[in-house]
C-alpha cells in the first residue's frame, strides 16, 4: 500500500535543543496532519495543513506542507521534557466523504532534561 | 463531549476465542476508521466507514469484521482470534480529513 517516509526513526536530545522532523512521499497528498502520542495513549492531532507551501505554528511547534505536495516537515523548537513521544505525519489524498489517511512510520523523540 | 471512546482498555484472548472491540463517538461524524499499531509499523488502516450502512477494507482487514448501523457506533469483530492479532487497537472518527483517536484496547491473544 501507499507508504510514507518518515525520518529519523529516533532522536535523542538535550533539552532546550531544536528538533527537526520530516515525511516524504512518492505521491501526491491534499493534506498533511502531524500527530503526537506518547505512552498508553492515542495519537493527538497537533496540525493540519491544507494548502501546499503553507506553514503553520502551534506554540512551539511549526509545521510546513512542502511545495511537491509530496513532503512536510514538523519543527519543534525549544524542546522540553513534555515534548517526550511518538510523532507521526499523515496524508489524506481526496477529499468528499473519504478520509483515508496514510501514516508514517513515526519519530521517537526522547528528550533529557 | 467525550469524543471517540473505546472499550476495553486492556483485553487477553485465547487462539480461536471471539470478541467484538467497542467504539463511539459523540461528534456526529460521519466518518470512522480502524487501526492496528505494532512496533514499527506504525498505524494500518482496518476498515472503515463513510456513514451509517457503508464500510470498506483498508490495509489489514484479514481477520476482522466490522458493522456501521448508528453514525455513532462502529464495533470490530474478530471471529477466531489469532497470535498475529496481538496489538494495539485505535478507532478513529473524522470531520474534514481531520481524524480523532480513542485512547486504543491493547489486544493479547495466546
Known amino acids: 500500500g501507499q507508504q510514507l517516509n518518515q525520518s529519523p526513526q529516533s532522536m535523542f536530545i538535550q533539552e532546550g535543543e531544536d528538533v527537526s522532523m520530516n515525511c516524504t512521499s512518492s505521491s501526491i497528498f491534499n493534506t498533511w496532519l502531524w500527530y503526537k502520542q506518547e505512552p498508553g495513549e492515542g495519537p493527538v492531532l497537533l496540525i493540519a495543513?491544507?494548502?501546499?507551501?503553507e506553514l503553520t505554528s502551534n506554540g512551539r511547534l511549526t509545521a510546513q506542507f512542502g511545495i511537491t505536495r509530496k513532503d512536510s516537515f514538523l519543527n519543534i523548537s525549544a524542546s522540553i521534557p513534555s515534548d517526550v513521544g511518538i510523532y507521526f505525519c499523515a496524508g489524506l489524498k481526496s477529499g468528499g466523504s473519504n478520509y483515508k489517511l496514510t501514516f508514517g512510520k513515526g519519530t521517537l523523540l526522547t528528550v533529557n532534561p | 463531549n467525550a469524543g471517540v471512546t473505546q472499550t476495553p482498555k486492556f483485553q487477553v484472548l485465547k487462539t480461536g476465542q471471539s470478541m467484538t472491540l467497542q467504539c463511539a463517538q459523540d461528534m456526529n461524524h460521519e466518518y470512522m476508521s480502524w487501526y492496528r499499531q505494532d512496533p514499527g509499523m506504525g498505524l494500518r488502516l482496518i476498515h472503515y466507514?463513510?456513514?451509517?450502512?457503508?464500510?470498506d477494507q483498508g490495509e489489514v482487514p484479514n481477520g476482522y469484521n466490522v458493522s456501521r448501523s448508528t453514525t455513532e457506533d462502529f464495533p470490530l469483530r474478530l471471529l477466531s482470534a489469532a497470535p498475529s492479532q496481538t496489538s494495539v487497537y485505535f478507532c478513529a472518527s473524522s470531520f474534514a480529513g481531520e481524524q480523532f483517536f480513542g485512547p486504543g484496547t491493547r489486544l493479547t491473544v495466546l
Open positions: 495543513l491544507y494548502k501546499a507551501g
Open positions: 466507514s463513510v456513514g451509517a450502512g457503508i464500510t
